[in-house]
């Protein structure tokens, strides 16, 4: 009923290729944008917004990897280690010479996307669990790196503390001031991304990932594509890197270790492999999900439990349901999180004449 | 249900929170499923007798998995519903909220770890280390080493052998320094992350360098690797002191046993044993209750640190409602509790334990404990080396943070 296909006439080429064809889709985003853009930030408290701030976060990164691992199908495990480079990389010219965030931020996802150019060169050669194996050298190369190399960590604690990010001589500090400094990357990222996979670019990721000797018999310079994809993915890792710098106040490179390129890789997978749309929702969902369990388990747990075994209870609970998880999403529902969500959207499209 | 909300709300009238952060999963989860148990059952030792002049305390944990953002989120959660300050675990961690700690004015501990020039409270005002830190350790094994070779380091040659990350380097500036003071030759090994293999280095300390001390900084299972791999090598482990992180229970089980690990020496910020009245009367509370003691008592380097922390922070708040006269203390007024602890011993467990504005680490004391039969033993009283030259390295250390920032 509000979902009907039918009456959309389209009558140009511009009409043809919008993003969004259905009245209903540009309404349902006008809605998801004044909820965000107003409820979220009046309604919700600090620590929910330290939530939502984490998962703004989170989407960048794991859109960045979505390309890489869903779009193009090369996969890889060194997601970290590229955010700790744009970290530092950030950190380091905002420190040293006093570079304001817009440029700090780009800078340091060029930095990333350089490294992972580097990273994705035996891509060209080798494929799947080889190539998994030789981007998680790559994070432990960075790790290596930052950690030895005192020029870039700024000294053998390895911490650079960085100031809060400033617009119109305005500090964005409370966890209100920078939520609207996430979201907005954030969205630049969602919208980025959504129009790069309808380009000439994106369909040549695709190809690749579906088979890439045809792709290349087509005509698709395998060689630069990759590449294309490596630098554009840890370009996204690097802004990541970059926006919890700024939101920790601190860039270590601790931070950034193998559990967390395995996380993101949870989140996609979850989400559903190769949509936006699924990124979001897996960044969103892992995010949440240790959140949950506690607040879960606090206030109802102690029905059935101890307050002392509660405390063992939760942190474990939390690795289980994030294990088994995975598992049931690999197993019963591959394409994620997006696929329950375009159900409900299919049924939805014929709703309620579905005969 | 709405029976059971009006309770909580009565509860929460007299009640007082603490954030507290916890590893109980996650890369040294050992530390945490050991300590955090400690912490909790001090806590419920002193709302057993009542509270704090009547004021409940209750510390609402949070596991982090060692990991940054859950302990900012944590922080902020426990900020919202009106903790009166945090219990931090982890370096990053606490790099991390130092900021937040200044900005918010909530005071935060960080017992143990953490970032060593914070001991300085001029520059760090809301930080607390209230343990010795890794500078004041490092110093403290080189002061050891010097009184076991006989009152001197001249021509000696000393082994640093760490966990090759930041906070496995802390310590060594300083330990390099005193090698120029003290004219010893000082040779270092890093055990890569994630410190499974130490094989190599063990060798090259017990064949090749033959140093007169080993100092062991390692965390996680390289200090029981360690162990073993230098008695397997005929090195005397009378001659090798671990700092306080390869220095727990689980490191000697790790090793096979105490009988493998005979003569070790640990470096320990609180009391090793059980030997203490305030843990005799939280097993008493327990028998009380009809229930056992927890497993976690009999790690008791880990759980004695909890029990330290518990009480560090419950004398925090008594010393604030002192200066509030028993109303509710904000944040503010427990920073000021911490500054006010004074030789604050806890019937042996701690150090003669001294906070001051300009003190925040209280003292810098450590212990040397020694594994012998089956147990540790203390070799040393609470003491503390090179106190002027630990503390004029926090001053210069938080100025140039100050003026970079």
């Known amino acids: 009923m509000f979902h009907s296909e ?7 080429y511009a009409a043809d290729m919008a993003l969004l064809p259905l009245p209903v889709a540009r309404w349902a985003v006008l809605g998801i944008a004044l909820f965000f853009l107003f409820v979220v930030p009046l309604v919700f408290s600090a620590y ?3 939530l939502v701030n984490l998962v703004l976060i989170a989407v960048v990164g794991a859109i960045g990897l979505d390309i890489l691992t869903g779009y193009t199908g090369q996969i890889s495990i060194g997601h970290g280690g590229f955010m700790s480079v744009g970290a530092y990389t950030a950190a380091n010219l905002i420190v040293r010479l006093g570079v304001p965030f817009w440029l700090a931020i780009p800078a340091g996802g060029l930095m990333a996307a350089l490294i992972g150019i580097i990273v994705g060169i035996p891509s060209l050669r080798i494929k799947g669990i080889y190539l998994a194996i030789a981007t998680l050298a790559s994070q432990f190369i960075i790790a290596w790196t930052i950690n030895h190399v005192t020029w870039i960590s700024g000294g053998i604690e390895a911490s650079i503390q960085v100031p809060p990010p400033s617009v119109f001589g305005w500090k964005l500090q409370t966890p209100e001031q920078l939520y609207f400094f996430l979201l907005f990357f954030a969205v630049l990222a969602i919208v980025a991304t959504l129009n790069l996979m ?9 190809a690749i990932r579906d088979q890439d000797i045809a792709a290349e018999i087509i005509g698709i310079n395998i060689f630069r594509y990759k590449l294309y994809a490596f630098a554009i993915s840890s370009f996204y890792a690097g802004v990541t890197g970059v926006l919890y710098t700024y939101y920790l106040g601190i860039a270590n490179y601790e931070q950034f270790g193998i559990d967390v390129s395995i996380n993101y890789l949870a989140m996609i997978i979850i989400g559903g492999l190769g949509s936006v749309l699924g990124a979001v929702f897996g960044a969103a969902f892992i995010t949440i999900l240790p959140e949950a369990t506690r607040l879960f388990l606090t206030h109802f747990g102690g029905v059935l439990f101890s307050q002392d075994t509660i405390r063992t209870l939760v942190p474990n609970l939390t690795l289980i349901l994030f294990g088994g998880l995975i598992i049931f999403f690999l197993i019963v529902e591959p394409e994620g999180l997006n696929r329950l969500w375009r159900n409900i959207r299919n049924y939805f499209r014929l709703w309620p004449f579905s005969y | 249900m709405a029976i059971a909300f009006a309770g909580l709300a009565q509860a929460e009238d ?5 954030g507290m952060q916890c590893d109980r999963t996650g890369p040294t989860q050992v530390v945490g499923t050991m300590l955090c148990p400690g912490t909790h059952d001090y806590i419920d030792l002193i709302n057993s007798q009542g509270g704090v002049d009547g004021w409940k305390i209750d510390a609402s944990e949070v596991d982090t998995a060692y990991q940054v953002p859950p302990a900012v989120e944590e922080y902020e959660h426990a900020k919202q519903q009106g903790a009166v300050g945090i219990m931090i675990y982890g370096t990053p961690q606490t790099e991390a909220l130092n900021q937040r700690l200044e900005q918010d004015k909530m005071p935060g501990t960080s017992p143990g770890f953490g970032i060593a020039a914070s001991g300085d409270g001029q520059y760090y005002p809301y930080l607390f280390p209230i343990a010795a830190n890794y500078w004041s350790q490092g110093a403290a094994a080189v002061k050891f080493a010097k009184d076991q070779l006989g009152g001197s380091l001249k021509g000696k040659k000393i082994a640093y052998i760490f966990y090759d990350n930041p906070a496995g380097h802390e310590p060594m500036p300083v330990i390099e320094e005193l090698s120029k ?5 000082l040779q270092t090994f890093a055990v890569p992350p994630p410190g499974v293999d130490v094989s190599s280095q063990v060798l090259a300390i017990a064949q090749e ?5 080993v100092i062991d900084h390692t965390f996680g299972k390289s200090p029981a690797l360690i162990i073993k791999g230098l008695k397997q090598n005929g090195y005397p482990l009378t001659h090798v002191v671990a700092l306080v992180w390869a220095s727990g229970e689980a490191d000697i089980m790790g090793a096979g046993g105490w009988s493998v690990a005979q003569g070790y020496n640990t470096m320990q910020f609180a009391g090793a044993g059980e030997d203490y009245p305030v843990i005799k009367e939280i097993q008493a509370m327990y028998k009380k209750e009809g229930k056992e003691p927890p497993a976690a008592m009999k790690s008791t380097v880990y759980y004695n640190r909890g029990v ?4 560090l922070w419950v004398a925090a708040i008594k010393n604030a409602l002192t200066l509030t006269h028993g109303q509710k203390p904000t944040p503010t007024d427990v920073k000021k509790g911490f500054e006010m602890i004074h030789d604050f011993t806890l019937g042996g467990l701690n150090a003669p334990l001294t906070i001051t504005a300009d003190d925040h680490e ?3 004391w450590v212990k040397i404990f020694r594994v012998k039969d089956e147990g540790f033993v203390p070799e040393t009283q609470w003491f503390r080396a090179y106190r002027d030259l630990i503390v004029d390295r926090e001053h210069k250390t938080a100025q140039q943070m100050a003026k970079a920032n």
């Open chain 1, 6 to 12: 039918t009456g959309v006439f389209k009558t140009s």
């Open chain 1, 48 to 50: 929910l917004l330290t």
């Open chain 1, 198 to 206: 309808r380009s000439r670019i994106g369909r040549a990721f695709i």
């Open chain 2, 14 to 18: 007299k009640t007082i929170l603490i």
């Open chain 2, 181 to 185: 003071v003290e004219g010893f030759q």
């Open chain 2, 209 to 213: 360098y033959r140093p007169d001390f």
């Open chain 2, 308 to 311: 330290q922390q518990g009480a």
């Open chain 2, 362 to 364: 209280g003292g810098g």
